[in-house]
């Protein structure tokens, strides 16, 4: 594979920074969130227009869900203004011909399915967030037609940024019993495995719409339980449901991601990416 100039947007996040470790082998150029505002227009032409990349991985995002329900304005602005803004830049700047990834979510549609969505799966969010990430879904379709790759994955976890994973094992060090949602189905997600997968996608340059998420499905109990016996805590965790925990934003019950795409890559199963997180999680604790 020839070797690619990338621009990775959000490169200091959980996601970004597993991608522009993934990218080693290209010339990266990393713009966390300190070095670019997504949201300003200018800025982003100027980026783009001094890095001249053959593609940009977007992992620039807004990703607080409940916090979007109040402040979905903002949400949008940077989760699709500002998606908008990266697709738009290459036809404005020396970098014409640049390939926009741009990473959305399962959140995107309204969890009433009963089998993986695909890509052509009609869409329908129900909360803020969802809708700020189809808003940048829209604004990269309109602004690079056919040079972009709209990536949805879900349930992403990773040792560079606050997760589900963390958050677990961090209760679990003052408590031995704990409560956890059991009606919503998903398919956890490995940002190193994500990662790879997102640098394959440049390489490739495929376009289109593409699902990519760890292999299998289960709830976030499921995750839990898994999590604890993979780090050897005795832990109970009792099973809840989403209206009893009462988080401010509603959250799809149904979020299995499936692919009818032969270029979209087949990511290891969750379990998997969770044995790679709690060992990569020990090396960078010692």
């Known amino acids: 594979m020839l070797t690619m100039r990338l621009l990775v947007t959000g490169a200091a996040g959980m996601l970004g ?12 150029v990393a713009l966390a969130r300190a070095d670019l505002d997504v949201t300003d227009a200018e800025a982003v032409r100027a980026a783009v227009r001094d890095s001249r990349p053959d593609a940009v991985i977007n992992c620039a995002a ?11 304005a903002q949400a949008t602005l940077i989760n699709g203004d500002g998606a908008g803004h990266l697709a738009a830049a290459p036809a ?30 009609p869409t329908g969010p129900i909360g803020a967030y969802g809708r700020s990430k189809l808003a940048g879904e829209r604004a990269v379709q309109a602004a690079a037609p056919t040079s ?5 994955t879900a349930w992403v976890f990773g040792p560079h940024g606050k997760n589900f994973v963390d958050t677990m094992l961090k209760l679990a060090a003052t408590r ?3 409560t956890v949602v059991d009606d919503q189905l998903g398919c956890p997600t490995y940002t190193g495995h994500l990662a790879t997968a997102l640098i394959t996608i440049a390489e490739q340059r495929s376009n289109g719409l ?3 998420a760890g292999g299998g499905q289960c709830t976030w109990r499921d995750l839990a339980v898994a999590t ?37 890559p087949a990511l290891p199963s969750w379990q ?12 960078l604790a010692s």
Do not use: M
């Not at 972009?148 to 949805?152: M, N, Q």
């Not at 969770?274 to 060992?279: I, K, Q, R, S």
């Open 17 to 28: 920074t597993d991608v522009v470790a993934a990218g080693s082998g290209h010339d990266v």
């Open 62 to 72: 807004w990703t607080d869900v409940d916090l979007a329900e109040t402040e979905e």
């Open 92 to 121: 404005s700047a020396a970098a014409a011909g640049a390939h926009i990834v741009h990473v959305s979510t399962d959140y995107v549609f309204d969890g009433a399915a009963t089998a993986p969505y695909p890509e052509d799966a």
């Open 148 to 152: 972009h790759s709209i990536v949805r």
């Open 176 to 178: 031995d019993e704990l």
């Open 210 to 212: 593409l699902h990519v």
């Open 228 to 264: 604890f016996a993979a780090a050897g805590l005795d832990v109970t965790v009792h099973p809840t449901t989403t209206a009893a925990f009462g988080a401010p934003a509603p959250r799809p019950a149904y979020s299995v991601l499936g692919s009818t795409r032969f270029d979209a």
């Open 272 to 283: 998997d990416g969770l044995n790679a997180h709690l060992t990569l999680r020990e090396v």
